[in-house]
């Protein structure tokens, strides 16, 4: 924390969102800087791997269905690399979940508040 000044919800904590749609991304983005956090986007899973083999996260923020590697398969992959394989998932989607996969904290159904996108994310605040 930096002195004089009261703590973002943030603080600088490495957030990665992955979104193939370009305008819900950069909104996200947008609102996460404003409340403190560092983000890193990628439009699908193979490049939110790319993206964490660059710099790793404090947690991801996910789309299931993306084009290219999807959701589950970007989370089946996560799963078998040690580095990575720890890192909490929040889901974003515009379906319900019919189970909940490996490594995913929590489901937001699309569209979603952004209060509650933040609610979620503040354990890794």
């Known amino acids: 924390m930096r002195a004089g000044r009261d703590p973002s919800p943030g603080d600088g904590r490495r957030v990665l969102v992955v979104e193939d749609d370009a305008q819900l991304?950069?909104?996200?983005?947008?609102v996460l800087r404003t409340e403190g956090y560092q983000v890193a986007d990628a439009e699908d899973g193979q490049s939110a791997l790319d993206r964490l083999r660059e710099q790793l996260a404090d947690v991801i923020v996910?789309?299931?269905?993306?084009?290219?590697?999807?959701?589950?398969?970007?989370?089946?992959?996560?799963?078998?690399?040690?580095?990575?394989?720890?890192?909490?998932?929040?889901v974003v989607s515009g379906s319900a979940p019919r189970d909940a996969p490996r490594g995913v904290v929590a489901w937001l159904e699309k569209p979603c508040l952004f209060d509650a996108l933040l609610r979620v994310l503040r354990p890794w605040s």
């Open 25 to 30: 991304r950069d909104v996200m983005a947008v």
């Open 62 to 90: 996910l789309d299931m269905a993306m084009p290219g590697m999807d959701g589950r398969s970007f989370l089946a992959t996560k799963a078998r690399i040690p580095a990575v394989a720890a890192i909490p998932v929040v």
